[in-house]
């Protein structure tokens, strides 16, 4: 470990003691240790288990022919839609339902999966590129910021120590890797901007990260207005202009090819949803500093460092995941975007120098900086401090590691398998709300997805919600499913009233003899399909449940195929 000691001067008298010119800067030797440089390298170590550990439990299950979690057997929906020629955007029906967020990732696992094959192998390859590009790219920004690599490591593990804390969400099939690796990517080409097409390339950047998910929006015009009140606010117009141009094409595009559905998922449908005021506190108090507290302090002893730009782009990525947490329906992946600001600024407070490439003609900051550094404001003790922090942050982190409860057993693939097998052979349409994935396993056509039904139902607005309940309704009227299957013992969210009048449900279940730990979603909320509602006056309810539970039992099922949605 470097430290600092007296130099020999080579004209000191032979006889006296060695002299240090006046000015001139001590040089650093091997012989004595570095507390900073020390506690820097064992935050990287154990920053780099934590990317370790991460990758080998997303390796494992990333074959998993089943959902990790609840929603990503809408996501799969949503790449056949693509691939099959349909529209992303429609109007909600009972056969199908988007997410409420921009093409971008499903668009771009559709062209994995067009190469691959339908299934959630390209989904969560995906994401699991995102997040390690995520993870490169914010420690090479740390690095490049404190002239240190190991604070790059030690950043880049505090984000991946988040893993198991945040439900194992960064390789899952959803939007949430594939944003924050653009959001990132955006900060770092903004910050080191010195030419116009880099700052083309930033508007690209800061478009694609609110193609993935829209609240991006609060990054893009953040970091646009610190770029234009910096020395560099004609580069600054070329990337405003550059990312307004992307937004409004492709509003207008999809806007008018979807008839305005585009406009209701991406931009209304959640400021329809209404705020959950527990959060507002509970963000704070039990999401981010329970988590992420020793990290937060890290901030402290170096936030006067913080370039303008990577503070307003830090300070947007927290007001994302607070105005969606806010909201009914907001979740662990929601943190994503601030558990991402909050590794940044902590690796930026490890470094007691500045990069390589922060000099005193980049800008008036950085000249600030250089200045701050040269007259020993910069302590040592401060980025000593701050990697301690973030050392102990990451241990607090690592030991609630739990790889064994994030992958999925051989008992979970054959409990699914089991299912997809009755499925098919029962035949019809078949209603699996909670897990459309399984009606496409099962070469059946696929329902709306209940957890973005939900969305939709619980929205002020009478749009989309009219759309489904009409949908729903002539569909149930019509008996058009052979058999619905559901997780709870209530009737599924948005189906009439009067279902009991046209469906029944059995009393028998599926899985009959499987523990019920097995075949739940190891991400999210748990769960499993379990009920069995058949027409009324159809099929006994003894041989469809054991026909749906992969018993051979022939002529239960109905063979016609009705249409998905109406």
């Not at 559709?110 to 590129?129: E, I, T």
């Not at 305005?260 to 704070?284: I, K, R, S």
């Not at 099929?539 to 009705?562: E, H, I, N, Q, Y």
Request: charged residues 15%; contains cysteine; positive net charge.
């Amino acid at each position: 470990m470097l430290s600092v000691s007296l130099p020999v001067t080579h004209r000191a008298d032979r006889t006296g003691p060695a002299v240090t010119p006046p000015g001139r800067p001590r040089v650093a030797s091997w012989h004595r240790w570095d507390p900073p440089r020390a506690v820097r390298l064992a935050a990287a170590l154990l920053g780099l288990a934590a990317i370790a550990t991460y990758l080998v439990t997303a390796l494992m299950r990333l074959g998993y022919p089943f959902p990790l979690e609840y929603l990503e057997s809408n996501s799969l929906v949503e790449v056949q839609q693509i691939l099959g020629g349909r529209p992303l955007y429609a109007a909600p029906t009972v056969g199908y339902v988007p997410d409420g967020y921009p093409p971008l990732y499903f668009a771009t696992s559709a062209a994995a999966a067009s190469v691959l094959g339908l299934s959630y192998l390209p989904l969560r390859l995906v994401s699991l590129v995102s997040s390690l590009a995520c993870f490169a790219v914010l420690g090479r920004l740390v690095q490049r910021e404190t002239a240190s690599a190991a604070a790059g490591m030690a950043s880049a593990g505090l984000l991946a120590g988040t893993y198991f804390v945040t439900g194992t969400w960064f390789d899952v099939a959803r939007v949430d890797s594939l944003f924050i690796a653009l959001s990132v990517a955006a900060l770092y080409a903004a910050r080191w901007m010195r030419r116009t097409r880099e700052a083309v390339v930033v508007g690209l950047l800061l478009a694609a990260a609110f193609l993935t998910k829209q609240n991006g929006l609060a990054e893009g015009v953040a970091v646009l207005i610190a770029l234009a009140a910096g020395p560099r606010r004609r580069l600054a117009g070329t990337a405003a202009l550059t990312y307004g141009a992307v937004l409004g094409i492709s509003t207008l595009a999809l806007g008018l090819a979807s008839r305005g559905w585009y406009v209701y998922y991406v931009f209304v449908l959640m400021t329809e949803h209404t705020l959950n005021h527990a959060a507002f506190g509970q963000f704070w108090t039990v999401r981010l500093l329970p988590v992420l507290g020793l990290a937060c302090c890290a901030l402290i002893p170096g936030a006067r460092r913080i370039p303008l730009v990577l503070a307003a782009g830090c300070s947007a990525l927290i007001v994302e995941s607070y105005a969606t947490l806010v909201h009914s329906g907001g979740e662990a992946n929601d943190l994503l975007p601030a558990y991402l600001a909050v590794a940044l600024l902590a690796g930026l407070a490890m470094g007691d120098q500045p990069g390589g490439l922060v000099s005193a003609a980049a800008d008036r900051l950085a000249r600030a900086r250089v200045a701050r550094w040269r007259a020993g404001q910069v302590r040592p003790w401060a980025a000593a401090a701050a990697a301690a922090l973030v050392l102990a942050q990451l241990a607090v982190l690592v030991n609630g590691f739990h790889p064994g409860r994030a992958i999925p057993t051989s008992a979970d693939r054959a409990a699914g398998w089991r299912l997809a097998a009755g499925m098919r052979a029962f035949g019809g349409a078949i209603a699996v709300p909670s897990d459309p994935g399984l009606d496409l396993l099962a070469g059946l056509p696929a329902v709306a997805h209940q957890g973005a039904t939900d969305d939709v139902l619980r929205a002020s607005g009478t749009t989309g919600t009219a759309s489904f309940r009409s949908s729903t309704a002539r569909a149930v009227a019509a008996r058009r499913f052979s058999a619905i299957v559901t997780e709870n013992a209530g009737p599924p969210g948005g189906f009439p009233r009067d279902l009991t009048r046209y469906y029944h449900r059995c009393p028998q279940t599926l899985l009959r003899g499987v523990p019920p730990a097995v075949f739940q979603a190891v991400a999210g909320p748990p769960g499993r399909p379990a009920y069995v509602w058949l027409p009324a006056r159809g099929a006994s309810c003894a041989a469809a449940v054991r026909a749906l539970d992969g018993a051979p039992t022939a002529g239960v099922g109905r063979s016609r195929s009705p249409g998905g949605s109406t």
